[in-house]
């Protein structure tokens, strides 16, 4: 068995819901906890965040990759991945500023009339 080089600890994130989601009272409240498995050595509330904005990183990681066909990247070295998907994230922008400059002239074409 492999020794681990740094110490690992567990961070608890613990929800009590009094009301539910339509805003009944509860006469049970509902716990709800997320374990999370950290080497970090910060304060439990940062890591909690670290954690919920992975999920929003990977999301939008998802969504650019996606949109540029970059789902599949060429090569197994993670420096050329990373300048591929600098490129894409540089390529997304461009085209979303073009496209919101493009709204803004007067002939742009409509698809309903309003």
Not at 20 to 46: C, F, N, R, W
Not at 72 to 86: A, D, N, Q, V, W
């Amino acid at each position: 068995m492999k020794k681990l080089d740094k110490p690992v600890r567990m961070v608890f994130e613990v929800l009590e819901r009094t009301i539910d989601k339509h805003g009944q009272m509860l006469l049970v409240p509902e716990i709800e906890v997320d374990v999370y498995l950290t080497s970090l050595p910060d304060a439990a509330s940062v890591v909690i965040e670290l954690y919920h904005a992975h999920g929003t990183m990977e999301q939008f990681h998802s969504e650019i990759k996606t949109d540029l066909d970059a789902e599949r990247l060429p090569s197994g070295k993670f420096p050329t991945h990373e300048l591929i998907l600098h490129f894409a994230v540089l390529a997304y922008n461009l085209l979303r500023i073009v496209g919101q400059e493009s709204l803004k002239r007067e002939d742009t074409p409509l698809k309903n009339t309003v």
